[in-house]
């Protein structure tokens, strides 16, 4: 890696940290490189390492994307996967990685919503909420103007990021990209959640404003070849594999913004031939943030 001269910095947020614990931080030291993030404003003591690219040079960079790993938990995959971007973008690329260890399956599928009952967490300590308090550290860090970022989540990435938009509308996303998730929190009140929303934190008026979010979903026609998974029964009615599932979900959003009377502002792109291969799907995710 070239050491970039003049570009490491520490920054300190303004929010004061729990008692004993470190403020979050965050430290550039070379174009390619990880740090590790604590969360002062949610849970310190989960730790997430970052993976990330930082544009060389001395101009600051032109923004930040977010690209979030799935199931296999590879921030550093993530990295190698978004840094052409990144560096095409002149963006800087942040690759959160959420362990097994710190964040198991509700914590980052469901984005920490709920506990391992299954009740609803404050609202602080959400994992959803990290990436909003990663973004200000970062930015601060970086000198990056944006005031938004953009942000892309594939298969299990895409179930956090999905949830981002229903449930943390306020989110400071520009474009989030959700790509084949494998299954879905439905933005209707007639599935319980964490399925869908009944009885979850979103009311009508965050249903509202999160159709006029610019959202992407991103799903591969040929993403057919989980049928046979051991779904649980929830994921299962949702459809029979990922694509089903995916066009099942925008259906459901689209009829729940005609009872509201609300514009569904978000779109719909089939990657053509494409199954659930995700060096395949998250080059097409990212080309979706070039306009």
Known sequence: MRRILCTTVLVCLAAAPARGQRPSTVEFRD??????????????????????????????????????????????????????????????????????TDYPESSYDFGGVIDS?????????????????????ARQASGAADSSYDIVGHSAGGQFVHRLVLFVPEARFRRAVVSSPGRYAFPSAGVQFPYGLRG???????????????????????????????????????????FARGLHFFASAAEEAFALGTPLAWRLRIAEGVDHDPPRMVRAALDLLKN
């Open 200 to 242: 979850s934190p979103a009311d009508t008026a965050t249903l509202r404003r999160a159709f006029q979010r610019d959202v992407l979903l991103l799903l591969g026609d040929k993403d057919v070849a989980d049928q046979a998974r051991a779904w649980e029964p929830e994921t299962a009615a949702q459809g029979r594999n990922r």
């Open 117 to 137: 009952t299954g009740r609803i967490r404050a609202d602080s300590l959400w994992t959803l909420r990290l990436i909003e308090h990663l973004f200000d550290a």
């Open 31 to 100: 174009t390619l490189g990880s740090f590790e993030f604590r969360d002062s404003r949610g849970d310190p003591s989960r730790p997430v390492k970052v993976w990330y690219y930082r544009p060389a040079g001395a101009a600051p960079p032109s923004r930040i994307v977010f690209l979030l790993h799935g199931s296999t938990r590879t921030g550093q995959q993530a990295q190698a996967l978004g840094a052409p971007f990144a560096r095409a973008q002149r963006a800087i690329l942040l690759a959160p990685e959420f362990s097994l």
